[in-house]
């Protein structure tokens, strides 16, 4: 009967995004607000890759791999601000079904390429603080590109098994996402196939990648606070303890997407 039902119902050609409710005013402020903070997004993140990139001195892997960072940044809010914004002016909430589908992929895939791009990071700076004199053998630019590459590819991988389920599972009647953009976990829950093997996994992968990437990264700054403390110099201490909280501020800022 369940199987007749499928059969029978039109099939979804788009979505509706709810986005943000409330007042018409209020939208209209708030997509003022996003917009400038959107702008001064890129510009920041772009004035970063040409900075990076004129100046010969930052030519090092660390930098490498904050102009690769910044690269992610642009690219992950294009995803989804744009079409905010235009649900937030035009009123206009449908979005195809293909680009919902990008959108929501892209999403992800860009959020855990950022997220595996700082798990490199703190790879990097423990090289560098625990290692020093080996650092420039051990993390050379060929090594740096592969890591960068690594990245992206752990990602789609990751990804690839629930596109295609995702892709091959059948849409037919429900069409509201409770969310701003196409979020992949809220489509699922509109599709009228067996989302229960997608569900769970997507929960196992999700879980091994985040625990996995989480130990990485404690146990690789666990290992450089414990050399930062034992340096002699009051002045380098300081200076590189200031480099490392940075990093984990980005950590903890890419960690709040997923």
């Given at each position: 009967?369940?199987?007749?039902?499928?059969?029978?119902?039109?099939?979804?050609?788009?979505?509706?995004?709810?986005?943000?409710?409330?007042?018409?005013?209020?939208?209209?402020?708030?997509?003022?607000?996003?917009?400038?903070?959107?702008?001064?997004?890129?510009?920041?993140?772009?004035?970063?890759?040409?900075?990076?990139?004129?100046?010969?001195?930052?030519?090092?892997?660390?930098?490498?791999?904050?102009?690769?960072?910044?690269?992610?940044?642009?690219?992950?809010?294009t995803?989804?601000?744009?079409?905010?914004?235009?649900?937030?002016?035009s009123?206009?909430?449908?979005?195809?079904?293909?680009?919902?589908?990008?959108?929501?992929?892209?999403?992800?895939?860009?959020a855990?390429?950022?997220?595996?791009?700082?798990?490199?990071?703190?790879?990097?700076?423990?090289?560098?603080?625990?290692?020093?004199?080996?650092y420039?053998?051990?993390?050379?630019?060929?090594?740096?590109?592969?890591?960068?590459?690594?990245?992206?590819?752990?990602?789609?991988?990751?990804?690839?098994?629930?596109?295609?389920?995702?892709?091959?599972?059948?849409?037919?009647?429900?069409?509201?996402?409770?969310?701003?953009?196409?979020?992949?976990?809220?489509v699922?829950?509109?599709?009228?196939?067996?989302?229960?093997?997608?569900?769970?996994?997507?929960?196992?992968?999700?879980?091994?990648?985040?625990?996995?990437?989480?130990?990485?990264i404690?146990?690789?700054?666990?290992?450089?606070?414990?050399?930062?403390?034992?340096?002699?110099?009051?002045?380098?201490?300081?200076?590189?303890?200031s480099?490392?909280?940075?990093?984990?501020?980005?950590?903890?800022?890419?960690?709040?997407?997923?």
């Amino acid at each position: 009967m369940s199987s007749v039902k499928v059969r029978n119902a039109t099939p979804v050609i788009e979505f509706i995004l709810v986005g943000f409710p409330g007042a018409p005013q209020l939208q209209i402020s708030l997509s003022i607000v996003i917009s400038i903070i959107y702008i001064i997004a890129l510009i920041g993140n772009l004035l970063m890759i040409i900075i990076i990139s004129i100046d010969y001195r930052l030519h090092t892997p660390m930098y490498f791999f904050l102009l690769s960072l910044s690269f992610l940044e642009m690219c992950f809010i294009t995803v989804y601000v744009p079409k905010m914004l235009a649900i937030l002016v035009s009123k206009k909430t449908s979005i195809s079904f293909s680009e919902c589908f990008i959108q929501g992929y892209f999403y992800y895939l860009l959020a855990g390429t950022d997220l595996s791009l700082l798990t490199a990071m703190a790879i990097d700076r423990y090289v560098a603080i625990c290692h020093p004199l080996h650092y420039a053998t051990i993390i050379s630019h060929r090594v740096c590109a592969q890591m960068i590459l690594g990245c992206w590819l752990v990602s789609f991988l990751l990804l690839l098994v629930p596109t295609i389920l995702l892709a091959r599972s059948p849409f037919c009647g429900a069409n509201v996402v409770n969310h701003f953009f196409c979020d992949s976990t809220e489509v699922i829950r509109l599709s009228c196939g067996d989302k229960h093997v997608m569900q769970l996994f997507i929960l196992i992968v999700c879980t091994t990648y985040l625990v996995g990437i989480s130990l990485v990264i404690a146990i690789s700054y666990t290992y450089v606070l414990s050399t930062i403390f034992r340096m002699p110099s009051a002045t380098g201490r300081r200076k590189t303890f200031s480099t490392c909280v940075s990093h984990i501020t980005m950590d903890q800022c890419c960690c709040s997407k997923i």
